[in-house]
Each structure stands twice: as structure tokens, then as C-alpha cells.
């Protein structure tokens, strides 16, 4: 009897166990995984961090989420079939002022899903910036960004952006005259600000000015019809200011010359991507400047922090300029690469050799001023060895003039 007890419970448990294993499979074959890429149409790469969700339509509590990679690549396990709201929320959004935008998708069975998120760019982007003062057939542009403190990063809402630029413009008498054009915006609470309607792929200089903060400007270009992000930095105005020329290649020519303790380091390349050997960078706005060394590479250091332009020029290249974001706290990294071949000129030689009559003149000048004429050479000439325009004469008198013997030669009667 007990051997007849034994067996059914081994069999019993065998069948549970079966049963079981049935279950778990069935549930695991009805649920698929939902992969993608979630993409900055703005900056033009991956929006790495962002939070990607799924919600249940007939149950929107349920969610499921997963968090973006470096390359901004997702992954959701365990999703059943069925419909679902699918969105990603990241401060980039908050920084364009635009709310999380959901999609609805069907999750089938026993497939994985791949669906690819973006922040809108182009016309779209413009578009929910800009509102009713953006029209299709504009071409202007728009810049988005935010204001952070140079050292701690946090966003400072009484700051305000300024951008300029200079445009022709048609005046009384069909007289054509350059003016400059000037749009100042005050950013939103944390730091995020929007400026609409800026010419497009022309230069456009910025910067952002805040009580008891400075940085630098720098050249800005906003592609037709599209949005450019563009973030300053702003430090202490405490910092050592120290006097110098102007600099005639800085945005502003009458800017001071700051000093700091941030540093940057980079290299410089030319268009086919070899390095600049002895290129000249120079931190504009500042008196700081290096020579790229062999390699391209080249280190600033004693710079102020914040947001500026750092330039590079080298001989037959245009010059490039790029914006740097500058802290103490943390050296600074940039790529500079030249703009194509300037046309040049093969080498020229001038040579000339001073006539008769010019050696004449010469050398009456400086005998009548008792010296040699100022930027020519003293004539090395004796009483034997004299000036052959001169007649027959006789040395009366010799003067040393500039470490040489000028001879002062008379005619005599």
C-alpha cells in the first residue's frame, strides 16, 4: 500500500511540473520584444537617455519602459500583443518647449516590433516653436537653447540672449545701406530660451548677458527653415580682466581681454583631414594664443570660463571658428578643421639696381647734407676710386657717417 501511495505522488508531481512548464511557456510565447532608436533631429545624433514608454490602451497604469543607450538604441521585453501608446520623455524636449508626443502602435504576436522615436525637425520643428509667426514658404530660421552657470551647470533664469546680424536694406532715394538687426530673448524658467525669425545661412553673432555674469560671442548659422540649438555658458565678471589691443578678427573688436584657470585643448586639421602643422589658434576675445604643433594639437591655458569662439588660421586655408564651452573644473576638447585651399599666387621676385642718374642724385644729397640720404646706403668710394659722373676732383674732405667712410668729393675750378 504505501508503494501504491509513492507512486501517485511522484506521478502527481511529475504532472504539475509538466503543466507548469506548459503554462510558462505559453506566456512566453505570446509576449515579443519592442525595439528601436530614439533620434535628435536638431543636433543631428543620438538622443542618448532618453526614457521610452509603452502604455496598455485598455489599461494606460500598465507601462513599460526602457531607458536609451549611448547610441540612443532601446530595448522592451515581455510586451503582450496587442494596442499600445508609445512615447519618450528627456529635457531635451523641455528645452524646445514641446510636450512628450505618443504614438499609437499594434504589437502583434510571436514578432518583435522595431519602432524608431524622433524629435521632429525642419518645418515640423519650427513650426511648434514658432506657432501662427511661422509660415511654409518662410525661410527663416529659428535658435533654441539653454543658459547654465559656466562652474555649477545650473540653468539661469534671469538671463537673456541676444543675437545680432547685418542686413541691406533700401533707404530714401533707392540708396542701399547696410543696418544692423538685433532680437533679444529672455529665457523661460529653467534656463530655456527661443528666438524666431533669424536670416538663414547667414552669419549670425550671439551671446548671453546675465547680472553679474559675461562670456564671449560667437558666430552662429541657421540652415533654411530649421531650428539650430545653441547652449551658452555664463561665468563670475569677477574674473581678471586684463587690457590689450583690440583684436581685429573677434566679433567684437572692443571686448576685453579675460583671463581664468579653464584650458583647452584640441587640434587642427586640414579639409582632407591631415593635421595643420603650425596653425594659430586664438580664443577671441582674449589675448590667449598657441601654435599647433606637428600633430595639430595645441593646449590654451589661463582662459576664462564660459562661452566662447576659438579660431584657427593657417597660411593658404580659410579660418574656422567654433564655439567652446569653457570651465575650470574640467578641461575642454575641440576639432577644428580649416575651410578649402585659398587661391595663391606663385612667388614673385622684384629686383631692380639703381640708374646713372639716381646714383647721381644720390650722391649729391648726401654730400650737400654732409651724409648719406635717409634710406639709401653710404658710398664706399676713396679719393682713388671716385664717382665716375663727377669730373676730375680732389679729395677736400671725409666724414664717417654710420660706421662707414663717405667721401664728400668738389669740383675744383
Do not use: K
Amino acid at each position: 500500500m504505501p508503494r501504491t501511495v509513492l507512486s501517485f505522488t511522484r506521478r502527481a508531481r511529475f504532472s504539475v511540473g509538466a503543466i507548469a512548464f506548459t503554462i510558462a511557456h505559453v506566456v512566453r510565447a505570446q509576449t515579443v520584444a519592442v525595439t528601436g532608436t530614439v533620434y535628435d533631429s536638431v543636433s543631428g545624433a543620438p538622443l542618448a537617455g532618453a526614457l521610452v514608454q509603452l502604455a496598455a490602451e485598455r489599461d494606460p497604469t500598465r507601462v513599460l519602459s526602457a531607458e536609451a543607450d549611448s547610441l540612443g538604441r532601446y530595448r522592451i521585453t515581455g510586451v503582450s500583443p496587442g494596442r499600445y501608446l508609445a512615447g519618450f520623455v528627456h529635457p531635451a524636449l523641455d528645452l524646445l518647449g514641446l510636450d512628450p508626443s505618443m504614438h499609437v502602435v499594434d504589437i502583434p504576436a510571436d514578432t518583435a516590433r522595431r519602432l524608431d522615436l524622433a524629435i521632429p525637425g525642419g518645418t515640423r520643428l519650427r513650426a511648434a516653436i514658432c506657432g501662427s509667426t511661422a509660415r511654409a514658404d518662410d525661410s527663416t530660421g529659428a535658435i533654441v537653447g539653454q543658459v547654465r552657470d559656466a562652474e555649477t551647470d545650473a540653468p539661469l533664469d534671469s538671463a537673456r540672449v541676444v543675437v545680432t546680424w547685418q542686413e541691406l536694406a533700401l533707404g530714401d532715394g533707392a540708396r542701399v545701406h547696410l543696418e544692423r538687426r538685433r532680437i533679444p530673448a529672455a529665457v523661460r524658467p529653467g534656463g530655456y530660451y527661443a528666438i524666431c525669425g533669424v536670416p538663414a545661412d547667414d552669419p549670425i553673432v550671439g551671446g548671453a548677458e546675465a547680472p553679474g555674469r559675461r562670456a564671449g560671442l560667437v558666430e552662429l548659422r541657421v540652415p533654411a527653415g530649421r531650428v539650430l540649438r545653441r547652449d551658452f555658458r555664463l561665468a563670475d565678471s569677477a574674473a581678471a580682466t586684463v587690457a590689450a589691443a583690440p583684436n581685429d578678427s573677434a566679433p567684437d573688436p572692443g571686448a576685453e581681454r579675460l583671463r581664468g584657470h579653464a584650458t583647452l585643448r584640441g587640434v587642427v586639421r586640414r579639409p582632407d583631414g591631415r593635421p595643420a602643422s603650425g596653425a594659430r589658434v586664438l580664443l577671441l576675445g582674449t589675448d590667449r594664443r598657441a601654435d599647433a604643433g606637428d600633430d595639430g594639437r595645441f593646449v590654451l591655458e589661463g582662459l576664462p570660463s564660459g562661452t566662447f569662439s576659438v579660431e584657427a588660421r593657417a597660411l593658404g586655408f580659410d579660418a574656422r571658428r567654433v564655439p567652446v564651452e569653457l570651465s575650470s573644473r574640467r578641461a575642454s576638447d575641440a576639432e577644428i578643421v580649416l575651410g578649402s585651399r585659398v587661391t595663391t599666387l606663385e612667388t614673385v621676385r622684384v629686383m631692380g639696381a639703381p640708374t646713372r642718374s639716381s646714383r647721381a642724385r644720390a650722391w649729391r644729397s648726401s654730400s650737400d647734407s654732409g651724409g648719406a640720404p635717409r634710406g639709401t646706403s653710404c658710398p664706399r668710394t676713396t679719393w682713388r676710386s671716385r664717382p665716375r659722373w663727377t669730373r676730375p676732383t680732389r679729395c677736400v674732405a671725409c666724414r664717417v657717417w654710420r660706421s662707414c667712410r663717405a667721401v664728400m668729393a668738389r669740383s675744383t675750378p
